[in-house]
């Protein structure tokens, strides 16, 4: 039972931090059809600015709950300054342009941006453990856990509420089943697409940062740290279905827990699993477990 529950929670775990920055390449690639590999990128620069201004303010001798807000601090201002830069410098041009086309310049901004974290923040690995230290440990069902994991499985949780609730009920949630729905149309009808792309670009971008700088205290942030987390979204978002949020949830969740079976269980395996199940689930469903219907244009 110790070992079933520990599996469980690390599953949990991995599978919210994953969610985190699989919700945001997921929502952009619903609306604007774009496979952004530059999420990355963003999931990088989030951890190296929430670890670097935690560390500053450490120095200062600011109390440690100072990098919370920190944390969220950091995701935003990477989001809105990166997003911002690559939607309106690169992809705007781009949108009636071939999908691989597409692909390969968001590829090359993300090589672009891995070479700018050397300029600006060294080959130093970055430590930035106050937040995690502050929490401490709690037990559960007699196994000592670190509290700060248990905050990133109600942050995950809380965005996924938050996300149905913003497309369901909402105003803004219906602009965006229209752009989704037909470009053309919305466009005709007097909506501003162009507003609408930005803002989404610019969300997804800050929930690949916010990943990035709330995973940044439980390891050490260093270069090619964005590396690993855009192949494993890629595989989330592909199980669950391109577009899909539910569909990012049960991947996350499909990838989290049989990785941590893997790695208690199965190590060497640990990485075979994961692709596994993604041709697994290919094999059966193409477009992933939950998929949004397509539009039929006669």
Known sequence: ?????????????????????????????????????????????????????????????????????????????????LGLILERGILQFMYHRDEVLIVLATFGTFLVLEDVILLVFGVDPYFAFQPMQLLGAVELGGIARDAYGLTLIGLAVTLALGCWLALKRTRWGKLLSAVIFDRELSMSMGLNVTRVYIVTFVLGAILGALGGAYIAPTVSVAPGFGVDVIVLSFAVVVIGGMGSVPGAMIGALAVGIVRALAVHKFPQFELFVIYAVMATVLVFRPEGLFAPVKARKI
């Open 1 to 81: 039972m110790d070992t079933a529950l520990t599996i469980l929670l690390d599953g949990l775990v991995f599978s919210s931090y994953l969610f985190i920055v699989s919700l945001g390449l997921t929502i952009i690639f619903g609306v604007m059809k774009i496979l952004n590999v530059t999420h990355g990128s963003f999931y990088a620069w989030g951890a190296y600015a929430a670890a670097f201004f935690i560390g500053l303010a450490a120095n200062a001798g600011w109390p440690d709950w100072v990098g919370f807000l920190i944390i969220f601090a950091s995701a935003i201002l990477v989001g809105v300054v």
